[in-house]
T-cell receptor, first 113, second 109 residues
Framework: DAMVIQNPRYQVTQFGKPVTLSCSQT?????MYWYQQKSSQAPKLLFH???????NEADTPDNFQSRRPNTSFCFLDIRSPGLGDAAMYLC????????????FGPGTRLTVL | GQNIDQPTEMTATEGAIVQINCTYQ??????LFWYQQHAGEAPTFLSY??LDGLEEKGRFSSFLSRSKGYSYLLLKELQMKDSASYLC??????????WGAGTKLIIKP
């Protein structure tokens, strides 16, 4: 089955210790998104890639970086996690930016100690 | 600014029907999506409306009125597994998805 996979599902890190979350997809979609979602809140878009074209949201902190080495994989790097970065991180893909539906991976729950 | 409004929480009884409303004010409109999200899990796609009217998919239906900036999700024959949050999202003129905070639906036996 074509799908969006995120690893790990649960990540625990220490305050200030860099962490990398990964996302892979077998849908062959052009667009990949990273969202941050805190409890009972809407998902907040951090950035997205259209193919290799990187698009950063204006209010995404510099502490968050992303890499997309190929069509299938995308990584979220948090350089110095703070307590406020504890959240669910969701990866999504879509065939195009226009009206295409976004399909989500299962998410990575990040805990910062 | 852009805004999506949904009720924070609703309660319904197993076997009944519930309607979850969504109103939006966005810069442009390129479609409205409904997603279901169980606690601690990722959103899953339910429906997409771009033209006015009702789209039916089994027990779930979604309605759109672009002139009123309004949509609803109708769930029939409610089951306990329908307990979840339901998120409304609109694609604006830049094809960005603007998300509502979600409606937590509680189903009681």
């Amino acid at each position: 089955d074509a799908m969006v996979i995120q690893n790990p599902r649960y990540q625990v890190t220490q305050f200030g210790k860099p962490v990398t979350l990964s996302c892979s997809q077998t849908l062959n979609h052009n667009v990949m998104y990273w969202y941050q979602q805190k409890s009972s809140q809407a998902p907040k878009l951090l950035f997205h890639y259209y193919d290799k074209d990187f698009n950063n949201e204006a209010d995404t902190p510099d502490n968050f970086q992303s890499r997309r080495p190929n069509t299938s994989f995308c990584f979220l790097d948090i350089r110095s996690p703070g307590l406020g970065d504890a959240a669910m991180y969701l990866c999504a893909t879509s065939g195009g930016r226009a009206t295409d539906t976004q399909y989500f991976g299962p998410g990575t729950r990040l805990t910062v100690l | 600014g852009q805004n999506i409004d949904q009720p924070t929480e609703m309660t319904a009884t197993e076997g009944a029907i519930v309607q979850i409303n969504c109103t939006y004010q966005t810069s442009g409109f390129n479609g409205l999506f409904w997603y279901q999200q169980h606690a601690g899990e990722a959103p899953t796609f339910l429906s997409y409306n771009v033209l006015d009217g009702l789209e039916e998919k089994g027990r779930f239906s979604s309605f759109l009125s672009r002139s009123k900036g309004y949509s609803y999700l109708l769930l029939k024959e409610l089951q306990m597994k329908d307990s979840a949050s339901y998120l409304c999202a609109v694609k604006d003129s830049n094809y960005q998805l603007i998300w509502g905070a979600g409606t937590k639906l509680i189903i009681k036996p």
